[in-house]
Structures are given as structure tokens and as C-alpha cells.
């Protein structure tokens, strides 16, 4: 089942670790959600929207923000259509006990991504993307949710799931999450790609890339993830950065095509400065012949240790 | 799995069958490295070990860190202690054939007898070059040979023992001084009163919000009717702040260290939410403490705190250990951290940045106050300070009840 799931993911150019391999496996095997924290950017969300895609079931996504709440997380009253039947059976004699008994059945509820994963009649992947921005009052509703796989609404009651839905939390790690919800995970710490995962996936994703392209820009990457940067490039900018320099037909970086392009991977001012200050050194790095010397991870840029030998 | 290979040792910690190793491993977990595993998490660790099998190492050992470790700082301590559990070290070579931690520092006319140990009375004082330490061995990991004991060891010696010594460090009790107490107080009180850290995140029920919360309206249009006369609203409520202090005790800092243990003691007496850590050599929660001292008891004399006031200087390493072991209880995001210390730091700055930029990523933001900042001229050039900047929110100093009560004003 692993290695078929793997295959899976890679026919989708998703290029898994063999950590993130097993990870897969037991959310499956122990119905526990998964925990992803790590950097902007290394494929934490896409790896949710592949594993629906592997598996041929729905995506559920759920997208934190500051004031979520859980009437927007969870199920939310039909307000209006309450509000018309109190006016329809204003003249009714039944008890006030009755009639909110009416206005508060499944009829007037509305369905939001929770709810809606629970009632789901085949296991969809509930993706709970960036938990870390949501407010902490926010995490004690889930972890009812993420414990038993159920949800209580006052008034009407415990709904459970129907199927246990696949969960995958990402966080970026912005604000630290409680014990509690930790404690309710499988945790992964997802980091960026070595090289040689890099160049994997840039091979995957875009199989029309030269080869000795892919493979100056995973070096270049590995070397710009050393500097000090405000906004360090994960995978999507190296996809994109690669993506312009086959529309722009480069078949090799210098000096020019790299200031060209650099609003693909580096998005403040400040890093632009760096950037251009340490061009001389990258420079080297991009010209050194494929398979004479291994990238170190460790280089001089002025700024840091110096390492290289 | 590894514990039945043949080419590894067997260790005393390995017990009869996999679910005791397993059941062993975890409580180790547990106690020693203060994982939250319950009797769920082990069970979890069982089935994940049913589930991928304990043929194959790695995975055997992705699918336990995968269920053990609940956050990035567990991951290290984890695969020490899977290494250490289930691959335990051999005895080792001979300490002897292991390069020294420290360069020797040996000193003109130093005649030894072949014994060893006795050092002649009449030695000449050491040349000053040869008497400094190489840099590269000054930090946490130093260790000190019976020879640093020696009473009668060089002054330099002493400077340097006070600095890595656990048993060296100033044992007095420190004292809080009862002189402008009554200013201080004001001066914490102003603080706690003026720290504005915005509003909270949260919707919260109040009176006038900017939010209409149609759904308490509706509910309360229930007792009405159904006619909506009472409007509900939500609004983001003021944040709370907490305040967290960690004081630098070390020799170079004692003269500054006073007003800022009073002032410490002073918000401690104001706010409960309030936490105060003070450090030397080692990092020690004075909070419990300072909250006794104001219980009425006539003398503010804190018991002595041994290795976490008056000796050597290990900011990164102390910091480190508060994010390790305190962070997850005291720091919010409504919490503003204020550091004192001269920044004189004489471990790894790596240590200390990594520290820093936890408690900014966890906090309401850090203020550090430098006594030294206080000459004009001051520049924070210091390897210490160099590090650290990047992640304050402010650098200032405070000396005075004047200079504490408006260091909110400093926050950016």
C-alpha cells in the first residue's frame, strides 16, 4: 500500500520522503489527523490536495484566518429561513418549546467545511490549512473534532462521522499550538528538499526542463536557502522561477537572467540588496560543472560561517 | 527491529519483548526528555509499529517519531534517545587517546613530579600569551580539569572558573534593596497600566462591537416573540499583557542587576501575571520567591540561587533552556519579554539567535535592557548583542523608577 501510494504521488510530481511515506501510512492506519509544520512553501497544502487526487476522494478545505470561528468552521443557523418560519406560525398555538425545537433541526442548518466533512458518505481529505492563524478559542473546537471525529451542537446534539475523514493540519508555525491539539496528531516536521529531492521534483513537474538547467537551479536554491534572507524560497518559488526560464527559452543561468528573473523567488527589496551583493559567489556556484564537486551545504557568503573546504 | 540485531550490544535498558521495550522507551521519553505520552500515545506507537513493521529501521523509526513528538524541538531529543535506547554506545576508547577539550596552559617553570600533580611554589607568573584561553574553547561545553580547583590558581584562573563553574558561582543571597521601593513601585504599576499590545484576535460578546452577532440577536428574539429588540454585538477585546522577565546575574552584571531584581520584585507584587527567571551559569524561575518576599516578611532577602546569580555569563545557553523548559507556559502572544543583561555572552551566538528568535516568534515582542547602552557612545557591537539585535523589539537601558515606568514607550 505505501509503495502504490508513493508511485501515486509521484505520477501527480509529488516526490515524497520516506518519512512523509510512513506518515501517509499511518494516518490511514491509525485514523489520526497529521500535523504538518514547516517553512512557506515546501508543499505542505499541495500534499492534502495529492492525496485526495491519489486517493479519488473529495477535498475539504478548511483555510485558517485571524476571528475564525465556528460558525464558520463548523455549521452555522439558516438565520433567514428561521426567521420566516417564526413569522409563518406566529399564529400557531404550539408551545415556544415546540417551535424552537422547529427552527432548530437539521432543516435550518447550514453545512460549513467540518460539518461537511463528517456527513460525507466516502472518506474525503479535511485539509485544515494553516491552523496557526486561527485564534486559540479556535483549536478547542477542534479537538472534539480531531479526537473522536465528531461534533456537538447544542441544539441538536453529537453528530458523528459517518467515515473517519482523512485530516492533514498544516502550520507554519506563526504561533505555537496548544499540547492538547499536538497531543490529537501525528506530527511531520516538513523542511526544504535536499538537492537531489529538488531536482526530483523539478523533473517531474517539468519534465520538459533541461537537465542541466534543473540542476543549476536546485544548486542555486540550496545556496540562496543559506543566506539570510526575510522570505526564504521554498519549492513553488524554485517551480516558478523554473517555469519563466522556459517561457523566457534560457537554457542556462548568468549573471543577467538571474537578476531578470529574481521577482520569482525573492519578494522584498531587502532581498533583492542580498541577492545582488552575493552574486559573485552564486555565480560560481552555477558554473561549476555538474558532477565535479558536490554542493556544500555551508558557504561564505560574507555573513556566516565559512565552511567550504 | 534494531534491538535484536546482533552487531549492536545489548543494553540494560532493553527488556524481554517489544511492547516492554517500547513501554521502557516511552516512560524514558517521558521522564527524561518531559514528552506528553499517555497510555494513548503508547498504544499508538504500538499499532504504528503493527502497521509499518519493525523490519525495516527507518521506518520503524519515522513511524514512533511520527506518533512520540508533537512539536520540531522534540525531534533531536528523540533520535538521541531512539539512538541511545535501542543502539546504546559501546564502552568507548581510553579518554586518554581523546584529544583535550581545553588547550593545555602551561606555564613557564611548571616542574611536575611524576606523579603529577604538585606544582612548584616558586613558579613565575605566567607569560601573558601563553596564559589566554583560544577562543574556540569558550563556551557551555567547556570543562574544567581537577587542576581549576586549586585555590591557588592565577587570578586570570578565577575569572575564568567564575565564568564555567557550576560550584563557583556567588552563593550570597540576593538582597532586594528596600531604598526607593515606594518609586518603583509606581514606576511597575505605570508599566503594567501603560503596555498597550492592541486588541486580541478573538470575537468576544460586548457592548459596542463592530460585528453584529446575529446569532445571540435571533436567540434573544426568542423571549421577545421572535421580535429582534435587543441587539447583540462582538468586538475584539484589549489584550491582556503578560510580562516575562529574565535577568542577567552574572558577575558583570550585579551592579545593574539590583535595580532590576527591585523593579522585578516590584511588578511581581503589582501583577500576577508576571514571571521572573534570573541567570548565570543556570537559568532558575525566581517567580514563587519574589511572591513570598511580599507576604509580609520584614527582610526582602531572596534564598541563594546558587549557580543563577553571581557567576559566569551563559545568556544563549539559559535562554535556550527557558525556551525549552518555560516557553510553553508563560510566553503568549500577549506576552512582552524583557531580557537584562550586558549582552557579554561568551557562548555560541548560534545558542543565543536560535533562543531569540523562539521567544519572538512566541511573544508580544522582547525589550532588552543594556547598561552599558547608557553612554552615549555605546554601540551594540558586542558578539552577544550583534546576534540578538535582529530579534528585539527594543534596546535600551533602565537604571531608575523614571527610566522603567516608560519603557513601554520604547516598544515599536
Redesign the interface.
Known amino acids: 500500500m ?1 509503495s502504490d501510494l508513493r508511485a501515486r504521488f509521484a505520477a501527480r510530481g509529488y516526490i515524497t520522503s ?2 512523509f511515506a ?2 501517509l ?2 494516518v490511514m ?2 485514523e ?1 489527523p ?2 504538518i ?1 514547516g517553512p512557506a512553501g515546501v508543499g505542505k497544502t499541495e500534499s492534502a490536495k495529492v492525496l485526495a487526487d491519489a486517493l479519488g476522494t473529495r477535498l475539504i478545505r478548511l483555510q485558517c484566518y ?2 475564525l ?1 465556528a ?1 464558520s468552521a463548523l455549521y ?2 439558516n ?1 433567514p429561513k ?2 420566516l418560519r ?2 409563518l406560525t ?1 399564529g400557531d398555538s404550539s408551545t ?1 418549546e415546540d417551535r ?1 425545537a422547529q427552527i432548530f433541526s437539521e432543516a435550518f442548518l447550514l453545512k460549513r467545511p467540518l460539518l461537511e466533512a463528517l456527513t460525507q458518505e466516502s472518506a474525503p481529505v479535511l485539509l485544515i490549512d494553516e491552523v496557526d492563524r486561527a ?3 479556535f483549536e478547542a473546537f477542534l479537538l472534539e473534532l480531531l479526537a473522536e471525529f465528531q461534533i456537538t451542537v447544542p441544539e441538536l446534539g453529537t453528530i458523528r462521522a459517518k467515515v473517519r475523514p482523512y485530516v492533514i493540519l498544516t502550520s507554519n ?4 499550538l496548544s ?1 492538547a491539539l ?2 490529537r ?5 516538513q523542511s526544504y528538499p535536499t538537492a537531489q529531492q529538488e531536482l526530483q521534483i523539478l523533473q517531474a513537474r517539468l519534465p520538459d526542463l533541461s537537465s542541466r538547467l534543473a540542476e543549476q537551479i536546485t544548486r542555486v536554491m540550496a545556496a540562496l536557502r543559506q543566506m539570510p534572507f526575510h522570505k526564504v524560497p521554498g519549492i513553488a518559488e524554485t517551480l516558478d522561477w523554473a517555469l519563466a526560464l522556459m517561457h523566457l527559452h534560457h537554457e542556462n543561468l548568468d549573471a543577467a537572467t538571474v537578476i531578470q528573473t529574481r521577482g520569482c523567488i525573492l519578494k522584498a527589496r531587502e532581498d533583492w540588496s542580498l541577492l545582488e551583493g552575493n552574486l559573485t559567489k552564486l555565480e560560481a556556484v552555477w558554473n561549476d560543472k555538474i558532477g565535479e564537486r558536490s554542493l556544500k551545504g555551508e558557504m561564505d557568503f560574507g555573513i556566516g560561517k565559512v565552511t567550504v573546504r | 527491529m534494531a534491538p535484536s540485531s546482533g552487531e549492536n550490544p545489548p543494553s540494560r535498558n532493553l527488556l524481554g519483548n517489544l511492547p516492554e521495550n517500547l513501554l521502557a522507551f516511552c516512560e524514558i521519553l517521558r521522564v527524561k526528555h518531559q514528552f506528553r505520552l499517555g497510555p494513548g500515545e503508547v498504544v499508538d506507537a504500538l499499532r504504528a509499529l503493527e502497521s509499518v513493521g519493525v523490519d525495516t529501521l527507518e521506518r520503524a523509526r519515522s513511524a514512533l517519531r511520527l506518533v512520540c513528538c508533537s512539536r520540531l524541538e522534540d525531534v533531536e531529543a528523540f533520535n538521541a534517545a531512539f539512538n541511545a535506547f535501542f543502539f546504546p554506545a559501546s564502552a568507548g576508547v581510553a579518554q586518554t587517546a581523546l584529544p583535550p577539550l581545553e588547550p593545555p596552559r602551561r606555564r613557564p617553570n611548571d616542574k611536575r613530579s611524576e606523579k603529577g600533580d604538585q606544582r612548584s611554589d616558586e613558579e613565575a607568573p605566567p607569560e601573558p600569551g601563553e596564559q589566554d584561553v583560544d577562543p574556540e574553547f569558550i563556551g557551555s561545553s567547556v570543562q574544567h580539569t581537577p587542576e581549576d580547583q586549586d585555590e591557588r590558581a592565577e587570578p586570570s584562573d578565577k575569572v575564568l572558573r567564575g565564568r564555567f563553574s557550576f560550584e563557583h558561582a556567588d552563593s550570597d543571597a540576593p538582597r532586594i534593596a528596600q531604598d526607593g521601593l515606594e518609586p518603583m513601585f509606581l514606576a511597575a504599576s505605570q508599566l503594567i497600566s501603560s503596555l498597550r499590545l492592541g486588541r486580541s484576535r478573538k470575537w468576544r460578546t460586548v457592548a459596542k462591537g463592530s460585528r453584529f452577532d446575529f446569532r445571540r440577536t435571533l436567540r434573544q428574539s426568542l423571549s421577545t416573540g421572535g421580535d429582534a429588540l435587543y441587539p447583540r454585538w462582538k468586538g475584539h477585546p484589549r489584550r491582556n499583557p503578560r510580562i516575562v522577565l529574565l535577568l542577567d546575574g552574572s558577575r558583570s552584571m550585579l551592579e545593574a542587576a539590583g535595580p532590576a531584581l527591585q523593579f522585578a520584585f516590584c511588578l511581581s507584587q503589582r501583577s500576577k501575571r508576571v514571571d521572573v527567571f534570573t541567570f548565570s551559569t543556570e537559568l532558575r524561575d525566581v517567580t514563587p520567591d519574589l511572591r513570598k518576599l511580599g507576604q509580609g516578611k520584614s527582610t526582602l532577602e531572596l534564598p541563594p540561587l546558587k549557580s543563577a546569580w553571581g557567576g559566569g555569563t551563559r545568556i544563549g545557553e539559559n535562554l535556550r533552556i527557558f525556551v525549552r523548559d518555560h516557553a510553553a507556559r508563560v510566553l503568549t502572544p500577549d506576552t512582552l519579554v524583557i531580557v537584562s543583561s550586558d549582552g557579554l555572552d561568551v557562548g555560541e551566538t548560534d545558542v543565543l539567535a536560535f533562543a531569540l528568535r523562539e521567544i519572538k516568534r512566541r511573544s508580544a515582542g522582547i525589550v532588552w535592557l543594556n547598561p552599558l547602552a547608557a553612554h552615549p557612545a555605546y554601540q551594540p557591537t558586542a558578539r552577544g548583542m550583534k546576534a540578538a539585535l535582529p530579534f528585539l523589539s527594543a534596546l535600551t537601558f533602565a537604571r531608575t523608577p523614571e527610566e522603567f515606568a516608560v519603557l513601554a514607550k520604547n516598544l515599536r
Open positions: 505505501n520516506d518519512e510512513v506518515a501510512e499511518l492506519a491509525l489520526k497529521l500535523l509544520e485571524e476571528g470561528d460558525s452555522e443557523w438565520y428561521q426567521m417564526i413569522r406566529d415556544l424552537e485564534d486559540e478559542a508555525r506563526s504561533r505555537e499540547d499536538r497531543r496528531c501525528l506530527y511531520l516536521w
